[in-house]
């Protein structure tokens, strides 16, 4: 099976400075890695996913994430971030089933 | 417009009461979810299923049933069993591609409270 660690519990970041969110994953089967965000009393939304082909993805919001196979990790960035990104953002992995990370708490303060 | 809905947003339960929580899906997937998610905990898979009148346990399935009669439909039972119920659970429903779980789609979550 595989798992998923989100390498912080918490981020605080000014407005307007680059942010990046760090999740490793372990598996022994080929995977699919997904970011979603989750606002306050809501469901998740999904940011961005790799499936396959060009290890960096880009998402919406201007988020994007870079595929790295040999340090099995799929860290999040954005370049700029903004008061509205301030969210629980999750890692997920999917093998033979699906796996979330304890989630990253982004605060943007201004 | 395509999703999941869940009901309800807010529910309270007395100690010993069995709640049930819906959850529909209009995107034609063939396979649910629930999720209970506790703070700092993330989210744990509490029941699964891939398809009608067939569903499997999660990590956390003592204490919930479920049941799969129709493809749109996957509502979760709280029994009076489940020793802390409180939390925030979220429905799920993806494709599968490759025979892997694709893009799972949220609802906007159910929370319960035990007085």
């Known amino acids: 099976a595989q798992s998923v660690t989100q390498l912080d519990s918490q981020v605080p970041v000014f407005e307007e400075a680059p942010v990046e969110l760090r999740c490793n994953y372990s598996?022994?089967?080929?995977?699919?890695l997904f970011w979603y965000v989750q606002y306050p009393n809501q469901g998740l939304q999904l940011l961005l996913k790799?499936?396959?082909?060009?290890?960096l993805v880009k998402g919406i919001n201007g988020f994007e994430a870079e595929f790295n196979k040999s340090q099995t990790s799929f860290h999040l960035r954005k370049p700029s971030v903004h008061i509205s990104d301030t969210a629980e953002y999750f890692c997920?992995?999917?093998?033979?089933?699906?796996?979330f990370g304890a989630g990253t708490r982004l605060t943007v303060k201004p | 417009d395509g999703g999941i809905t869940q009901s309800p947003k807010y529910l309270f339960r007395k100690e010993g009461q069995n709640v049930t929580l819906s959850c529909e899906q209009n995107?034609?997937?063939?396979?649910m979810y629930w999720y209970r998610q506790d703070p700092g905990q993330g989210l744990r898979l509490i029941y699964y299923?891939?398809?009608?009148?067939?569903?499997q346990k999660g990590d956390i399935a003592e204490g919930y049933s479920v049941s799969r009669e129709k493809k749109e439909s996957f509502p979760l039972t709280v029994t009076s069993a489940q020793k802390n119920p409180t939390a925030f659970y979220l429905c799920?429903?993806?494709?599968?591609?490759?025979?892997?779980?694709?893009?799972?789609?949220f609802g906007p979550g159910t929370r319960l409270t035990v007085l």
């Open positions: 995107l034609n997937h063939d396979a």
């Open positions: 299923s891939q398809i009608v009148n067939d569903f």
């Open positions: 598996s022994s089967v080929s995977v699919y």
């Open positions: 790799y499936l396959s082909g060009s290890t």
């Open positions: 997920a992995v999917s093998g033979d089933d699906m796996r």
């Open positions: 799920a429903s993806s494709v599968t591609s490759g025979g892997s779980t694709d893009t799972q789609y």
